[in-house]
């Protein structure tokens, strides 16, 4: 029996799906407003989906025998869509001006794993992995404006979320390991991830404790159905919404990783 470090890093897929549905409702509604809107104008946009991220962690495996061990470890998921990439152009009132609407969504599993090593030939191996655990997952949003002139964004304190939520989280991967010498091995890994969170609370901007919900409100001006995100100490209802639910920051997905197994 041996104690080893396992270091990894990678970049892969995050499910998001209605992450995206509300980034894209906040641009349609705003594309509505500036085409339905007397002395608006729209000019264009560049919004991109939060679909992909970075992955980091590191883990204390102990090995039973050369080809069965368990593990136990902690890792960093995060993705960001930046203020360029949801970024819309409009002119009101014959002044010209970029609206953004970013996002960051991050979490921290702790995982237990089990691994299962099968030796190809002296030097290389090929790995199984199978885990589950807990995850604390946060995320952020924030809208803002500016004149195109500036050069940074004005951000509205009623407009940002900031919410926090803890779930589990599942994991199984396939790799190659390669050992340089004794003591370290540089390994390559595809590793799938089921980490769906929901129940995010956080203040509110009056600073009450709310509940961050997903639904689609209507702007009778408009006459426009709007997917957003918005925090509620409770459930929003009435005829100006529908599909009300609580908000999903889905953490699934795919990586690809590279690292390196140390031992002691």
Known sequence: MDIRLILSGGFGTLKLEE????????????????????????????????????????????????????????????????????????????KSYALTRPAKASAIPLILSAYYYYPLNKKL???????????????????????LEEEYFNYLKEELIIAS???????????????????????????????????????????ELGELYYFEEYSPDIDFWRATFKMYAEAPSGEDFRSVRKAVVDFSGFSAKMGLLIKF
Not at 69 to 81: P, Q, R, S, T
């Open 19 to 94: 992450v995206n549905r509300s980034l894209y409702g906040w641009a349609e509604w705003q594309k509505e407003k500036a085409i339905f809107r007397e002395n608006w104008d729209y000019i264009g946009e560049e919004v991109r989906k939060l679909n992909t991220g970075f992955d980091f962690g590191g883990e204390i495996a102990v090995f039973f025998t050369s080809r069965i061990a368990v593990g136990f470890g902690a890792e960093f998921i995060y993705g960001e869509l930046v203020e360029k990439n949801i970024e819309l152009f409009v002119e009101m009132d014959s």
């Open 125 to 147: 191996d090929l790995f199984l992995k199978a885990g589950g655990g807990l995850i604390w997952a946060k995320y952020i949003e924030r809208a803002g404006n500016r004149r």
């Open 165 to 207: 939520s803890r779930g589990s989280i599942f994991v199984g991967g396939l790799g190659l390991s390669y050992r340089i010498d004794p003591s370290l091995s540089l390994f390559i890994q595809g590793e799938a991830r089921l980490a769906k969170t929901s129940g995010f609370q956080g203040k509110m901007p009056e600073g």
